[in-house]
């Protein structure tokens, strides 16, 4: 019984059977001639028959060489196939793994904590941070920049997506520090703000824009945007202008509270929610990887 024939030895055969020339497939496939000729010889001798008639005239196949190239040839496919599918394997392992946001996810610690994990998992793996301006409530996973995006809720077409709730906070609302209300340290009522106008997001954040104006606060009571923001320092600096006041998480408002901006507590508003999410039906399992590392992080 023939055993052990090699890949190596098929690749050789095969190539001496596409040139009929050992001095060219030597050369192809980068080895000696005489390292060649002794390993076609070698496999000859395993199979008991000569694979090829060498004279004067040249190279040719024998009848055994010609009823075994076309089973070389398709094992050699199927092996380079399945090198394909390890590499594809490998380099999945190996991939970039997008992670956008459009708020730091600071709270505690979170991300480096979340890093810390996942790369422990998935040495092999490459995060990417990718920053997205307010305009997109979703930090990228709308249009598939980002593979998973830390976000506040709610987002745009929300059952397109998978959450896992990282903080809820406070909303605060931010003002001038010549505000009328800016003086007391305590709460303010919501009650109190309804008739002040609103810094808001872009239209194009949808139900997030909502959100941050309070509509569903409001009772019907109608709102004055004093000014369009779509970053912090759009935010501060309309702050300063006096063109409006703005709610804030609570762990955003240091970001705002510089020179000439103070915050007040609010009540009779729910706390807003910050989120990881990721795509419900097409999430790799990188994403999933991530997704689990947050959920070990994220603070009790």
Same mark, same amino acid.
């Given at each position: ?7 190596? +030895? ?181 009650? +109190? ?22 509509? +569903? ?84």
């Amino acid at each position: 019984m023939v055993m052990d024939v090699h890949g190596r +030895d098929l690749r050789y055969f095969a190539a001496v059977a596409d040139e009929l020339h050992f001095t060219r497939a030597a050369e192809r496939l980068f080895v000696s001639q005489p390292a060649l000729s002794k390993q076609i010889r070698a496999l000859e001798r395993q199979l008991g028959a000569p694979l090829f008639d060498r004279d004067r005239q040249g190279v040719a196949l024998t009848p055994v060489g010609t009823a075994l190239l076309p089973h070389a040839r398709r094992l050699l496919a199927e092996w380079d196939a399945a090198r394909a599918a390890v590499d594809a394997a490998k380099a999945a392992q190996r991939a970039t793994l997008v992670v956008g946001m459009s708020t730091s996810p600071g709270r505690g610690g979170l991300l480096p904590a979340v890093r810390s994990r996942f790369t422990a998992a998935h040495p092999e793996a490459e995060l990417r941070l990718r920053q997205v301006g307010w305009q997109d409530p979703t930090a990228g996973l709308a249009d598939g920049g980002s593979d998973v995006a830390y976000v506040w809720l709610p987002l745009p077409d929300q059952h397109r997506y998978d959450h896992l709730v990282v903080a809820e906070e406070p909303r605060l609302v931010a003002l001038p520090e010549e505000h009328r209300l800016a003086a007391d340290a305590g709460p303010v009522d919501f009650a +109190d703000l309804l008739d002040e106008p609103f810094l808001a997001l872009p239209q194009a954040a949808g139900p997030l824009r909502d959100y941050w104006l309070a509509t +569903d606060e409001r009772g019907g009571r109608p709102l004055r945007i004093g000014a369009e923001v779509a970053s912090t320092e759009e935010t501060y600096e309309a702050l300063v202008a006096g063109l409006g006041v703005v709610l804030v998480a609570a762990g955003n408002a240091p970001l705002i509270s510089l020179g000439g901006v103070t915050t007040r507590p609010v009540r009779g508003l729910s706390p807003s929610r910050f989120a990881l999410a990721w795509p419900r039906t097409s999430a790799a399992p990188l994403t999933l990887a991530y997704a689990a590392a947050c959920r070990a992080a994220r603070p009790a």
